[in-house]
């Protein structure tokens, strides 16, 4: 679309069977100085602190089980540690969630070094979890067959370099739902606090009619 000194654009369409299913545009920028400030870390045990949601998941009661290894089965390439494993388990009566959430997230596996790499892995890592977000507050999962779940568009704005291998943290909160769409955001940290990208989505949440019981 355009080729500049400082920023080039490209726009991508992808189709299916004659029938376009995905347009991506996407902004590049040579490297610059310049002003530099962040939002502030926020406060998170260690992954290494948190207990593999895998092992845990024998102790937990059967719903959330459930729930928990459906996601786990559906996302084998990229490792997650959500910080509060109780927010899988239905709401009780009379309780309440706010629609937020942080997990730490990587690549299954380590990746070889080119930058580029890492970007397309952060791409794709950053769509994990986000709409689920917007569950939460409903003492709903995105696997639990309640909610046909699909990301109407994404956004993401990269800050700074990382390595999508190691632990990044995925601090995330849906400020709204309603007309069965959800809008959720998401900042992600790496482990020494450097703010390395932001992504908004928005997403369908549309109720699944007879659904199973929770």
Do not use: N
Request: aromatic residues 6%; glycine residues 6%; neutral net charge.
């Amino acid at each position: 679309m355009r080729d500049g000194r400082s920023f080039s654009t490209r726009r991508v369409r992808a189709s299916q069977r004659g029938e376009p299913i995905f347009v991506l545009s996407a902004s590049f920028h040579i490297a610059e100085d310049g002003p530099e400030h962040q939002a502030p870390t926020p406060a998170a045990p260690s992954p290494e602190q948190i207990v593999d949601p895998q092992a845990a998941l024998a102790a937990m009661p059967e719903p959330a089980r459930k729930r928990l290894q459906t996601l786990f089965d559906r996302v084998r390439p990229i490792e997650f540690r959500p910080m509060d494993l109780r927010r899988y388990a239905p709401l009780r009566p009379g309780e309440t969630r706010a629609a937020e959430q942080s997990v730490w997230i990587r690549i299954a596996g380590p990746l070889p070094d080119d930058p580029m790499i890492h970007t397309a892995a952060l791409a794709y890592l950053s769509d994990m979890t986000l709409l689920d977000t917007a569950l939460v507050a409903h003492g709903h999962a995105i696997f639990d067959g309640r909610h046909q779940v699909a990301s109407l568009d994404h956004a993401l704005w990269l800050h700074r370099p990382c390595r999508a291998d190691a632990w990044l943290l995925y601090a995330q909160d849906s400020p709204s739902a309603g007309g069965a769409r959800a809008l959720t955001r998401g900042t992600l940290f790496s482990r020494d606090g450097a703010l390395v990208a932001s992504v908004a989505q928005e997403g369908l949440i549309r109720p699944i009619r007879a659904a199973p019981p929770v």
